[in-house]
């Protein structure tokens, strides 16, 4: 690696050193003789590294295939997993909104997705369930989410009994 940055700064002083003696030169027909003896030096300076046959080895790890392969695949999971959780959490507020505007405090929301060979998420279902006093918003709630969120909602209200689970949980 210091053979490298030793290179890259020879190129770096090279060029530095062209431009100093082009901008020192007065202009006219030693013009091209200048141009062409820096573009010939800073040649010299690109390939030195080769034209010096210095030891150079630049070695890559050789059993990165199998290790790389299988961090990529871990990362490619998780990048997908997260995405759904994100893209739960964004519907579920969404949906907590439009609940919210039509008066509905507590629901228990579901989202039932899945993502495709493209990374696509398509939603299967939203399910919704409401608490049994809000039956008379049932219509009007899954209009409301249709039209703003543009998804076909099921949303039902929870029995009596799933109430009473659900309050002494």
């Known amino acids: 690696m210091e053979v490298i940055r030793d290179w890259a700064l020879s190129l770096c002083l090279a060029a530095l050193a062209g431009m100093m003696v082009h901008i020192l030169t007065p202009a006219g027909n030693m013009d091209r003789i200048v141009k062409t003896v820096v573009a010939v030096f800073m040649l010299c300076a690109l390939f030195s590294p080769l034209l010096l046959q ?10 990165t ?14 990048l997908r997993s997260e995405m759904e959780e994100q893209v739960k959490r964004q519907i579920t507020e969404l949906v907590k909104a ?18 495709n060979e ?15 006093e809000q039956e008379d918003k049932v219509d009007t709630l ?3 989410i249709n039209d703003n969120l543009g998804l076909d909602a099921n949303i039902r ?4 009994e799933e109430a009473n689970n659900a309050g002494s949980s």
């Open 54 to 63: 210095k030891n150079i080895e630049l070695k890559l790890p050789e059993n």
């Open 65 to 78: 295939d199998v290790s790389q392969n299988e961090t990529y695949l871990q990362l490619e999971e998780t």
């Open 98 to 115: 439009e609940l919210e505007k039509s008066g509905i405090h507590e629901a228990k929301i579901r989202i039932n997705m899945d993502t």
């Open 118 to 132: 493209d990374n696509r998420i398509s939603i299967n279902s939203v399910t919704l369930v409401l608490p049994p």
């Open 142 to 144: 899954r209009k409301s």
């Open 157 to 160: 209200c929870a029995t009596q």
